[in-house]
């Protein structure tokens, strides 16, 4: 097969294999993966020796990214964040964004580089990166604290500040054959503004078509996809709603492909589809970000470490110092505490993939010289690389600065945070019930709980989950209950009862020993899925391992009885009768059972 026909294939599959490997090894070096995507592409980019990828196709597959990655933040937009944190994120980022960008455009001044190069650049540098952000406070265990809402935020903020961006930069954009770097767009100095408004225009139109229109198309062909009983097919639907809204709004308003993307993931996330949307669009948004961060490297130039380290640092000082420093000093200045001040100070200390969207937009309309892609992307290197650390030493300086607050006292509107009420699993529980997953088990375990007014706490996983419950007005821990301090702060030493009803047996059995760690008495509850898994649970410290398919069966068992005539006691007893059997007979077979069964159960041999 011709070499053409084929580089496509090798790119990818080289790309995606690099990609993988250098992101394990981030991973054991407690960097975010993203780091190994980005290595990977400039190992196969044409600015380093070696197999050499197709940039042309890079940037194509990159768009393919940016697409469902906009399509992405969209789909997991949640206003409910914004509203809550409103009086602190909103000023907060908007004077964050401007500072930064100033500091960046002040920086590009020095350099030579015109206005228009200076606030694309600043710009770039001014949003942290949401990939990054989420993960740094879900290994702090932050991202259901009032100081981790705050950060999420704040971050909402920026990414929508960034897509106005992407809307209004074309108007700023370099006629093609002009030589002249500053010179202003199409429609010339003079007809600037009327350039501006003519793109705002058609943004309003294709929102207002999307929100009125798209409301009622989407979920409805969302229903069809559901009803026809296909997993495929609700998969391509999802696709097809992304994919068709993006390139329909580039085509017919001359919208940007991530703007298209992005209003189609906020329409589908109203859908009361979308959780099963984004779980099966998942692997394939994934896929393709990871092959936008490779696209992102393969066109980064890294001889610019060594021809202007200066710069580079000076970049970096910028994100990492000048503005933390500026987020820090803003929390102050509307009236929060000092750990608040530090915790979104540290979340925002970097740069990540809408940075990358923005330097790209900002070369290909000729509004910025390549060597700022450069410096950006160098920049998120480093920032990325630096920022668990930073995390670290905030993490550290927290409760030094709580202490401090304490005895130094604070005013009502610090101890509010801006309305956050303290969080309702802050409080002293005791005597209660933790129930671990939200899905449809633990709904309904958390129901029933409700309804009979037994004081509870949910701790759950999804974010998506964990709000709706919230909004509920349920008390709710969204986190993984194995990691550290999530059971603490549900109050497992002194629970009652712990029900774990999470959907996957491996996830229960780090949740089972991760509670009995806390609480050695306590009553433990464990979904189980099969024999081997209930047996296997029940010798590792759980009190009674309830096996669905068994209960599903005694139920059908008693229905069937009944509906042949026989009096419903008798049934109940037989079923009865049938149940404990089956328990004596599951126990009489445990040793062996658990020595063949569920060996992804087991624990770890060392």
């Not at 990655?69 to 914004?82: A, I, R």
């Not at 068709?244 to 992005?262: P, Q, R, T």
């Not at 409080?427 to 129901?447: F, L, P, S």
């Given at each position: 097969?011709?070499?053409?026909?084929?580089?496509?294939?090798?790119?990818?599959?080289?790309?995606?294999?690099?990609?993988?490997?250098?992101?394990?090894?981030?991973?054991?070096?407690?960097?975010?993966?993203?780091?190994?995507?980005?290595?990977?592409?400039?190992?196969?980019?044409?600015?380093?020796?070696?197999?050499?990828?197709?940039?042309?196709?890079?940037?194509?597959?990159?768009?393919?990214?940016?697409?469902?990655?906009?399509?992405?933040?969209?789909?997991?937009?949640?206003?409910?964040?914004?509203?809550?944190?409103?009086?602190?994120?909103?000023?907060?980022?908007?004077?964050?964004?401007?500072?930064?960008?100033?500091?960046?455009?002040?920086?590009?001044?020095?350099?030579?580089?015109?206005?228009?190069?200076?606030?694309?650049?600043?710009?770039?540098?001014?949003?942290?990166?949401?990939?990054?952000?989420?993960?740094?406070?879900?290994?702090?265990?932050?991202?259901?604290?009032?100081?981790?809402?705050?950060?999420?935020?704040?971050?909402?903020?920026?990414?929508?500040?960034?897509?106005?961006?992407?809307?209004?930069?074309?108007?700023?954009?370099?006629?093609?054959?002009?030589?002249?770097?500053?010179?202003?767009?199409?429609?010339?100095?003079?007809?600037?503004?009327?350039?501006?408004?003519?793109?705002?225009?058609?943004?309003?139109?294709?929102?207002?078509?999307?929100?009125?229109?798209?409301?009622?198309?989407?979920?409805?062909?969302?229903?069809?996809?559901?009803?026809?009983?296909?997993?495929?097919?609700?998969?391509?639907?999802?696709?097809?709603?992304?994919?068709?809204?993006?390139?329909?709004?580039?085509?017919?308003?001359?919208?940007?492909?991530?703007?298209?993307?992005?209003?189609?993931?906020?329409?589908?996330?109203?859908?009361?589809?979308?959780?099963?949307?984004?779980?099966?669009?998942?692997?394939?948004?994934?896929?393709?970000?990871?092959?936008?961060?490779?696209?992102?490297?393969?066109?980064?130039?890294?001889?610019?470490?060594?021809?202007d380290p200066l710069a580079v640092i000076a970049v970096v000082l910028v994100i990492v110092?000048?503005?933390?420093?500026?987020?820090?000093?803003?929390?102050?200045?509307?009236?929060?505490?000092?750990?608040?001040?530090?915790?979104?100070?540290?979340?925002?200390?970097?740069?990540?993939?809408?940075?990358?969207?923005?330097?790209?937009?900002?070369?290909?309309?000729?509004?910025?010289?390549?060597?700022?892609?450069?410096?950006?992307?160098?920049?998120?290197?480093?920032?990325?690389?630096?920022?668990?650390?930073?995390?670290?030493?905030?993490?550290?300086?927290?409760?030094?600065?709580?202490?401090?607050?304490?005895?130094?006292?604070?005013?009502?509107?610090?101890?509010?945070?801006?309305?956050?009420?303290?969080?309702?699993?802050?409080?002293?529980?005791?005597?209660?019930?933790?129930?671990?997953?939200?899905?449809?088990?633990?709904?309904?375990?958390?129901?029933?709980?409700?309804?009979?007014?037994?004081?509870?706490?949910?701790?759950?996983?999804?974010?998506?989950?964990?709000?709706?419950?919230?909004?509920?007005?349920?008390?709710?821990?969204?986190?993984?209950?194995?990691?550290?301090?999530?059971?603490?702060?549900?109050?497992?030493?002194?629970?009652?009862?712990?029900?774990?009803?999470?959907?996957?047996?491996?996830?229960?059995?780090?949740?089972?020993?991760?509670?009995?760690?806390?609480?050695?008495?306590?009553?433990?509850?464990?979904?189980?899925?099969?024999?081997?898994?209930?047996?296997?649970?029940?010798?590792?410290?759980?009190?009674?391992?309830?096996l669905g398919e068994h209960n599903a069966g005694l139920a059908i068992a008693e229905a069937?009885?009944?509906?042949?005539?026989?009096?419903?006691?008798?049934?109940?007893?037989?079923?009865?009768?049938?149940?404990?059997?089956?328990?004596?007979?599951?126990?009489?077979?445990?040793?062996?059972?658990?020595?063949?069964?569920?060996?992804?159960?087991?624990?770890?041999?060392?």
């Open positions: 097969m011709p070499h053409h026909q084929t580089e496509l294939i090798a790119m990818v599959a080289l790309g995606v294999v690099l990609a993988f490997g250098l992101g394990l090894i981030a991973r054991f070096l407690r960097l975010p993966p993203l780091i190994g995507y980005l290595l990977a592409g400039i190992a196969i980019g044409p600015n380093t020796p070696g197999f050499i990828g197709d940039v042309g196709l890079a940037g194509q597959i990159s768009e393919l990214g940016v697409i469902l990655l906009m399509f992405g933040v969209g789909l997991h937009f949640s206003l409910n964040d914004l509203l809550v944190v409103r009086r602190i994120a909103v000023p907060g980022a908007i004077i964050q964004i401007a500072g930064a960008t100033a500091m960046g455009t002040v920086l590009t001044k020095a350099w030579g580089w015109d206005l228009s190069a200076g606030l694309v650049f600043g710009l770039a540098l001014s949003v942290a990166s949401t990939v990054v952000l989420l993960r740094a406070l879900d290994e702090m265990n932050l991202l259901d604290s009032a100081n981790g809402r705050i950060a999420v935020g704040w971050l909402v903020v920026e990414d929508i500040a960034m897509v106005l961006a992407l809307v209004v930069l074309p108007a700023f954009a370099v006629p093609a054959g002009t030589n002249d770097p500053g010179a202003v767009g199409q429609a010339g100095a003079t007809n600037l503004g009327f350039a501006i408004g003519l793109t705002l225009a058609k943004v309003g139109a294709f929102t207002a078509l999307v929100l009125v229109v798209g409301r009622r198309v989407v979920p409805w062909l969302l229903k069809q996809a559901a009803r026809a009983g296909s997993r495929e097919l609700f998969t391509l639907a999802v696709l097809a709603i992304a994919l068709g809204i993006a390139c329909g709004s580039a085509e017919l308003f001359g919208v940007s492909f991530a703007l298209g993307a992005f209003f189609a993931g906020v329409v589908l996330s109203e859908s009361e589809l979308s959780h099963r949307a984004a779980t099966e669009s998942l692997p394939l948004q994934d896929a393709f970000a990871v092959l936008f961060f490779v696209s992102v490297g393969m066109l980064f130039d890294p001889s610019v470490l060594i021809r110092v000048g503005k933390a420093l500026a987020a820090a000093a803003i929390v102050v200045a509307l009236g929060y505490p000092l750990p608040t001040a530090v915790i979104v100070s540290a979340a925002l200390a970097q740069i990540g993939e809408f940075s990358f969207i923005l330097a790209e937009f900002g070369v290909s309309l000729r509004l910025m010289p390549t060597e700022g892609r450069d410096l950006i992307i160098a920049g998120a290197l480093l920032s990325i690389s630096l920022n668990p650390f930073v995390f670290a030493v905030a993490k550290l300086a927290e409760p030094r600065l709580a202490k401090l607050r304490a005895g130094a006292g604070t005013s009502a509107r610090a101890d509010r945070l801006s309305g956050l009420d303290i969080e309702e699993h802050e409080r002293k529980w005791a005597d209660h019930v933790i129930v671990v997953g939200a899905g449809r088990v633990g709904r309904t375990v958390a129901a029933a709980l409700r309804q009979a007014g037994v004081s509870h706490i949910v701790i759950e996983r999804n974010r998506r989950r964990a709000e709706i419950f919230r909004d509920e007005g349920a008390p709710v821990i969204q986190g993984d209950a194995a990691a550290p301090g999530v059971f603490e702060a549900a109050g497992a030493e002194r629970a009652r009862l712990i029900a774990i009803a999470v959907p996957d047996g491996y996830e229960a059995r780090r949740v089972l020993e991760r509670a009995r760690e806390i609480n050695a008495r306590v009553e433990i509850l464990v979904r189980a899925h099969n024999d081997s898994d209930r047996l296997y649970l029940l010798s590792h410290g759980a009190t009674r391992a309830i069937t009885l009944s509906g042949l005539g026989l009096a419903r006691a008798k049934a109940t007893a037989t079923v009865d009768a049938l149940q404990q059997e089956q328990a004596k007979t599951a126990d009489a077979s445990g040793s062996s059972e658990e020595m063949h069964g569920a060996p992804e159960l087991r624990p770890h041999q060392e």
